[in-house]
């Protein structure tokens, strides 16, 4: 069964503080890690997929990276917008099942 | 509309309704799902519908009943619920055929049972 493990739980930044953010998985046959933002009361927003270890993607303050058993969030320079719970997520073998982890939940105070 | 959207946005409802879920996708995506969501805890697939088959998950009680008259519109009819079915449920939908496996979120409807 496919497991991801998100650490930390918990994130208070001050603007312009970089931090990163973890996510540990186990998987048989990796097709995709994917970050989601879910905003309080919100459905999850997608931010990216990475497929293979190397991999990197990046949107404004947002860069996120690949291993073979872990993936990182680094935030540059966060602004109090970035504050959010950040999911991570996994698909693998040959079905439609993301496995999610519990989440990041990044506070940024101005 | 745009993306996946559901209604209603919010439901309150004793143990003993019957009421449905209603879910739209405007993405032209062949696959829908499902998922439940707890406070501080990982979402939680229920239910898969792709163009080739239903996927159901088993560990689902049968309180909770799904329907997906075509690939556009997904439902969720809850009947006889108990207060630990209270939580955020969240539609998505996906195209599994094109390469690309993201799925996108509609905003969910928050429930609470009574």
């Known amino acids: 069964e496919d497991q991801v493990t998100q650490s930390p739980e918990a994130l208070r930044l001050q603007e312009g503080e970089s931090s990163s953010l973890n996510c540990s998985y186990t998987?048989?046959?990796?097709?995709?890690l994917f970050w989601y933002r879910q905003d309080p009361g919100k459905g999850p927003e997608f931010l990216f997929t990475?497929?293979?270890a190397g991999e990197e993607k990046e949107k404004e303050r947002l860069k996120a990276t690949l291993t073979k058993k872990e993936s990182f969030l680094h935030i540059t320079a966060p602004k109090p917008e970035d504050s959010a719970t950040y999911l991570c997520?996994?698909?693998?073998?040959?079905?439609?099942?993301?496995?999610f982890g519990a989440g990041t939940t990044v506070t940024v105070r101005a | 509309e745009t993306g996946v959207t559901q209604t209603p946005r919010h439901l309150v409802m004793g143990m003993t309704n019957k009421k449905s879920l209603k879910c739209e996708q405007h993405?032209?995506?062949?696959?829908m799902y499902w998922y439940k969501q707890s406070a501080k805890k990982p979402l939680e697939l229920m239910f898969v519908?792709?163009?080739?088959?239903?996927?159901e998950n088993n560990s689902v009680p049968s309180r909770f009943s799904p329907e997906c008259p075509n690939s556009s519109h997904l439902f969720l009819h809850l009947h006889t619920l108990q207060p630990e079915d209270s939580a955020l449920y969240l539609c998505?939908?996906?195209?599994?055929?094109?390469?690309?496996?993201?799925?996108?979120f509609g905003p969910g409807t928050r429930l609470t049972v009574t």
């Open positions: 998505a939908s996906s195209q599994v055929d094109r390469g690309g496996d993201e799925q996108y």
């Open positions: 997520a996994v698909l693998g073998g040959d079905d439609y099942k993301l496995s």
């Open positions: 993405l032209g995506h062949n696959a």
């Open positions: 998987v048989s046959g990796l097709r995709g």
């Open positions: 990475l497929y293979s």
């Open positions: 519908y792709n163009f080739k088959e239903q996927t």
